[in-house]
């Protein structure tokens, strides 16, 4: 039996070597690369439209320019803005980004837990009866009763930092979630205003359709009564009934788009396919381009454009696995030990209590393995991560080039459409004068049908072609803001969730206060927020 002065020992020897082995564990090195943000091309400057003949230059003074974080307000039209609220409030796909945020940060207390030793209490009872020649001679008890309560630790050090590594790239990974968080919520905000630029286009398109109808329904009741007084042929009566059933036929397949849209809508607020024709269907729109944009500089996108941080924390978290695939060529160090106590009794006499001093058992031991036959597959292993890490930063690396891409694109779509607009309204009022002169000259006699076709032709086609040119500017708009990172303040946050999901999740497990207070120190602020 140990004594008390050698049990006091290796307990004190076994605090000291963890204290001592904690602190190599946490200061020890860290094998692998540190990650460093990839360089990136970047464009000194992004285009400035001038005045030509086919172009218009992009007010982008800053004063009166939208507030980027709520770039819809530039667009003045207030169910919009409702929209937008709806949409960030209850999208289903967006609520599914803010929950795999809470699964990321989970995933990250587990990582936090590799630094510390595994400790476990364990205990047990076993009462045996194994008669034998020597107890029945001596016509003696063979039961026995064994009784054991130890608290047993283990500790693998992190002396080459493969679990810190672990926990590095954890928390990456969760900062990479939560920047898709807002990523997503960006092109939320993006989607819903296209879409409802969408909706309001075909809602014009549909007027211009009805305009047209009524006007060549007009055409044909002059080609008719022409036709009864046999002023014209059946030819006129034929071409006009003709190009009315044409345009009339059109309208369909416009309400179909429109109605369509409404549903995509629908899906986009959370709700059902009819939510938008209930809530919204009599609503007018307002929708006006904003006055001015504010730009800025490509620079600027490296922290503005929250799915740029995504694929940086993404590229970190793979930075970080090859450290801890290293750490795996490299010998690991582990400390071991139990303390408790352990009582035997034979022949039904009990020696003494379980927790007497004299039942007291203790160990401290340690270990170390070194892989000797397996290098060469954990080398591979670290090539493998290598390759994944470097495909990441080319991915961060594309994501920057797209990033300034999808800005020219949008700032050209603005140029051209506000230059294409103004020709086109020019167009608009020289048909409806065409029109009215085809008309009248045909009821006069001095023209042929065909000569009024030509020209209700050319209107309905150039009013149509305004209406999507405007369309097609309101959409430059929003996809320059989206392409500038509008619509995120530039913090991590992490989100709430909806109640009543809240309610849920707590009935199935204990989440403790994770859910009810979402403020989470470790997603700090960027070193820049977007005023």
Avoid at 28 to 37: E, H, K, L, N, Y
Wanted: proline share 4%; with cysteine.
């Amino acid at each position: 039996m140990l004594s008390s002065h050698t049990v006091f020992l290796k307990l004190w020897l076994l605090r000291r070597i963890f204290l001592v082995f904690g602190a190599i564990s946490v200061s020890g090195c860290m094998v692998g690369p540190d990650f460093q943000a990839p360089e990136t091309k970047l464009q000194a400057q992004f285009s400035d439209p001038q005045k030509t003949e086919f172009t218009e230059p992009i007010p982008t003074s800053l004063e009166g320019a939208p507030n980027p974080v709520r770039w819809w307000a530039g667009f003045n039209d207030p169910t919009l803005t409702d929209l937008l609220a709806r949409a960030a409030r209850d999208n289903l796909s967006l609520q599914r980004a803010a929950i795999r945020i809470y699964q990321a940060r989970s995933q990250l207390g587990v990582a936090d837990a590799s630094l510390l030793p595994t400790v476990g209490l364990s205990g047990g009872a076993a009462r045996s009866d194994q008669p034998n020649a020597l107890t029945q001679f001596l016509n003696i008890s063979s039961v026995s009763t064994t009784q054991n309560l130890v608290v047993q630790a283990n500790w693998e050090i992190d002396f080459w930092g493969k679990y810190r590594r672990g926990i590095e790239s954890t928390a990456s990974s969760l900062f990479s979630t939560t920047a898709a968080y807002y990523a997503a919520d960006v092109s939320l905000a993006a989607d819903v205003a296209n879409t409802y630029i969408t909706i309001r286009n075909y809602q014009s398109l549909i007027r211009v359709a009805r305009a047209n109808l009524a006007l060549q329904a007009e055409s044909l009741r002059i080609a008719s009564s022409r036709f009864k007084n046999g002023a014209t042929s059946l030819l006129d009566l034929s071409q006009a009934e003709s190009q009315y059933e044409q345009t009339k036929s059109e309208i369909p397949t416009l309400i179909s788009a429109l109605k369509n849209a409404e549903y995509a809508m629908s899906i986009l607020l959370g709700e059902t396919p009819d939510f938008y024709e209930k809530t919204y269907g009599k609503t007018t729109g307002t929708l006006q381009p904003p006055k001015s944009l504010q730009v800025g500089i490509p620079k600027d996108l490296l922290r503005r454009r929250p799915d740029v941080l995504q694929a940086e924390y993404a590229a970190a978290a793979q930075s970080a696995l090859i450290g801890v695939n290293t750490a795996a060529l490299y010998p690991s160090f582990s400390l071991s030990g139990y303390f408790g106590f352990q009582n035997v009794s034979v022949n039904n006499v009990s020696q003494s209590s379980l927790f007497s001093w004299d039942n007291r058992t203790a160990s401290i031991g340690g270990s170390f393995m070194f892989p000797l036959f397996y290098r060469g597959a954990i080398i591979d292993q670290i090539r493998v991560q290598d390759a994944v890490f470097q495909s990441s930063v080319l991915a961060y690396q594309n994501q920057v080039l797209q990033a300034q891409k999808e800005v020219e694109q949008a700032l050209t779509a603005i140029s051209t459409t506000r230059s294409s607009t103004e020709d086109l309204k020019k167009s608009v009022a020289a048909a409806q004068r065409a029109a009215t002169l085809a008309l009248d000259r045909y009821k006069a006699g001095q023209n042929d049908y065909n000569t009024v076709i030509v020209a209700q032709q050319q209107l309905l086609q150039v009013q149509n072609s305004l209406v999507q040119t405007q369309t097609n500017n309101l959409l430059g708009y929003v996809a320059a803001f989206k392409a500038l990172g509008g619509g995120w303040s530039g913090e991590f946050a992490v989100p709430a969730l909806p109640p009543a999901m809240v309610k849920q999740m707590q009935e199935r497990t204990n989440w403790g206060d994770a859910l009810a207070n979402p403020a989470e120190p470790r997603l700090v602020k960027s070193s820049e927020t977007i005023q």
